[in-house]
């Protein structure tokens, strides 16, 4: 079975980067497309980017330049970092496997806060 | 971007009935219309994929459709286990764009 887990701190203060680990288990982060997703408090849903079996990445551009993701094969891990966090940065964020849509972490909630 | 325009934002109803929930695009999708089901605490669940297709495991009273810009998801006899948010998803087009959600509860 395809199970993905979001890890990270879940308080990061205003200025500083957010850092997250999506593990992926019973499926290869080689093959397909790895995403991440946020929800806001109030509910808004917005898809961030994603990462592709080839290692390829695409962002939304409402990001700009303050996402990254990237992955680790070995691990079979991929990762979310956000720069320049803000309070309007605070909301959960779940990885999903992509395209599909089908698999999803369980979401870790992030607050951005002094 | 895409706008994918939801609506209603609540919809309350009772056990029983039969509920609609509709997504107007900004732009052509197709078919590329996915509807997602989220329950407090839990993370979204796949209902509809290709805009008409149940996914796997989802009850049959579920149904999804289209009618040019427009894509419905429909309950038929809503049960307690329904009672959501619903969401829906255009993947034809990066940035991907969700609408605004759908809170379904008992009237």
């Known amino acids: 079975e395809v199970q993905l887990q979001e890890s990270g701190p879940g308080l990061v203060k205003p200025s500083q980067s957010l850092s997250l680990t999506c593990s992926v288990t019973?499926?290869?982060?080689?093959?397909?497309?790895w995403g991440w997703i946020r929800k806001f408090p109030g509910n808004k849903m917005e898809w961030m980017g994603y990462?592709?079996?080839?290692?390829?990445?695409s962002y939304n551009p409402s990001l700009k330049s303050r996402i990254s993701i990237t992955r680790d094969t070995s691990k079979n891990q991929f990762f979310l970092q956000l720069n320049s966090v803000t309070t309007e940065d605070t909301a959960t964020y779940y990885c999903?496997?992509?395209?599909?849509?089908?698999?999803w972490g369980q979401g870790v909630m992030v607050t951005v806060s002094s | 971007d895409i706008q994918m325009t939801q609506s209603p934002s609540s919809l309350p109803a009772s056990l029983g009935d039969r509920v609609t929930i509709t997504c107007r695009a900004s732009q052509d999708i197709g078919n590329y219309l996915r509807w997602f089901q989220q329950k407090p605490g839990k993370s979204p669940r796949l209902m509809i994929y290709?805009?008409?297709n149940l996914a796997a495991g989802v009850p049959s009273r579920f149904s999804g459709s289209r009618s040019g810009s427009d894509y419905s998801l429909t309950i038929n006899s809503l049960e307690s286990e329904d009672m959501a948010i619903y969401y829906c998803l255009q993947h034809n087009e990066y940035p991907l764009t969700f609408g605004s959600g759908t809170k379904l509860e008992i009237k």
């Open positions: 990462i592709s079996y080839s290692g390829s990445t």
């Open positions: 019973g499926y290869s982060i080689t093959s397909n497309y």
């Open positions: 290709g805009a008409t």
């Open positions: 999903a496997r992509q395209y599909y849509f089908d698999y």
